[in-house]
C-alpha cells in the first residue's frame, strides 16, 4: 500500500532553535518529493519539490534531503521564527499512466515559542 | 496576481442540504482538484479534472459531485448522501504540461460544518 508517515506529528521548540521534520515513504514508482506549509485555515504553500536524482534542496531557511534508496525525506528549519508555526506536510507523487498521483502525509504540527 | 479563489471560506450545511463549494483559477491551469483534509489525517482525493468536461472519481467520491464547464471552475456539490461532510475542504489546480515536477496551488479552504 502508498504510503507516506510523518514524524514527530506535533512538536514545540523555542524561537531561534533548529527542528528536524521526518517523512518516510513505501510509495512507488516514486516520481518526485514535495515538502508544503500549512497555516491553520489556509491552503498549503509549497516549500520544496525534489526528484529521484537530488539529495537537498534549500528554500531560505527550509532545507529539505531526500534519500530515494531508503524512502526517507526530511525538513530542516533553520533558526526557527515564530511565524515557523504551521503544519508541515509530506508529499509523494507516484507516476502513473494517466498523470501523477499525490499521496499526503498527516503533516507534522510545528508550535514555536517565544 | 494569478490565483486560486475558494468560496465560501465558512459555510454550514443542515441534514439533507445540498451545499456547493466554489472554486476559481486564473492560472490557466488544465487540471484541477477537491481534496478533503480531516484533523491528523493526509489529505484525501475526492475528484479531479484534466480538461474542460471531463473529470474522474478519486478516493473518497460517494456523496460528492461536481462539474467542469469552463477551464477556471471546478464547483463542488456535497449532497446529502455524504453522511460525514464536515471538514476542510480544499481545490486545487496544476499544469501538467510543465513537465513531471508540475507545482499544484492550493486555494485557501473551505470548512463545512453540519448543524
Known amino acids: 500500500k502508498n504510503q507516506v508517515e510523518q514524524s514527530p506529528q506535533s512538536l514545540i521548540i523555542l524561537e531561534g532553535k533548529n527542528c528536524t521534520l521526518q517523512?518516510?515513504?513505501?510509495?512507488?514508482?516514486?516520481?518526485?518529493l514535495r515538502w508544503y506549509k500549512q497555516d491553520t485555515g489556509r491552503g498549503p504553500v509549497s516549500l520544496t519539490i525534489m526528484t529521484f536524482s537530488e539529495n537537498t534542496k534549500s528554500n531560505g531557511r527550509y532545507t529539505a534531503t531526500l534519500d530515494a534508496d531508503t524512502k526517507q525525506s526530511s525538513l530542516h528549519i533553520t533558526a526557527s521564527q515564530l511565524s515557523d508555526s504551521a503544519s508541515y506536510i509530506c508529499?509523494?507523487?507516484?507516476?502513473?499512466?494517466?498523470?501523477?498521483?499525490?499521496?499526503f502525509g498527516g503533516g507534522t504540527r510545528v508550535l514555536v515559542k517565544p | 496576481d494569478g490565483g486560486i479563489t475558494q468560496s465560501p471560506k465558512y459555510l454550514f450545511r443542515k441534514e439533507g442540504q445540498n451545499v456547493t463549494l466554489s472554486c476559481e483559477q486564473n492560472l490557466n491551469h488544465d487540471a484541477m482538484y477537491w481534496y478533503r483534509q480531516d484533523p491528523g489525517q493526509g489529505l484525501r482525493l475526492i475528484y479531479y479534472?484534466?480538461?474542460?468536461?471531463?473529470?474522474q472519481k478519486g478516493d473518497i467520491a460517494e456523496g460528492y459531485s461536481v462539474s467542469r464547464e469552463k477551464k477556471e471552475s471546478f464547483p463542488l456539490t456535497v449532497t446529502s448522501a455524504q453522511k460525514n461532510p464536515t471538514a476542510f475542504y480544499l481545490c486545487?489546480?496544476?499544469?501538467?504540461?510543465?513537465?513531471?515536477?508540475?507545482?499544484?496551488?492550493f486555494g485557501s479552504g473551505t470548512r463545512l460544518t453540519v448543524v
Open positions: 517523512c518516510n515513504y513505501t510509495v512507488s514508482p516514486f516520481s518526485n
Open positions: 486545487a489546480s496544476s499544469s501538467p504540461a510543465a513537465g513531471a515536477n508540475y507545482g499544484y496551488t
Open positions: 508529499v509523494v507523487s507516484m507516476i502513473k499512466a494517466a498523470g501523477n498521483k499525490l499521496t
Open positions: 479534472s484534466q480538461i474542460v468536461n471531463d473529470f
